[in-house]
């Protein structure tokens, strides 16, 4: 199984980027899809999650109004759309797959500075 992310790179406050995370070798409509974060020196935090079909999703009061998960289980890609990024948001940015079993992908790297 895995998890490929893409889309991170460097942005200015305010900005917005688009993560994607393409999955294969499991059944993906039967996963919990999440996205995390970490920075440095700081604990790995949920961001985004949203449910095996696509009806639910949660988010902390940090991201939410800022950023929208989304998934397509036709093509087994889940996305994160980010938008008025600020400095704090700066971390790596890692999707997670939830179900029987866990799988994490490798990460990438958003950073938000002028």
């Known amino acids: 199984a895995q998890l490929v992310e893409s889309g991170g790179g460097l942005v200015q406050p305010g900005g917005s980027l688009r993560l994607s995370c393409a999955a294969s070798g499991f059944t993906f409509s039967r996963y919990v899809m999440n996205w995390y974060r970490q920075a440095p020196g700081k604990e790995r935090e949920l961001v985004a999650g949203i449910s095996s079909v696509g009806v639910h999703t949660n988010y902390p009061e940090s991201v939410k109004g800022r950023f929208t998960i989304s998934r397509d289980n036709s093509k087994n890609t889940v996305s994160l759309q980010m938008n008025s990024l600020k400095p704090e948001d700066t971390a790596v940015y890692y999707c997670?797959?939830?179900?029987?079993?866990?799988?994490w992908g490798q990460g990438t790297q958003v950073t938000v500075s002028s």
């Open positions: 997670n797959a939830r179900g029987t079993t866990t799988y």
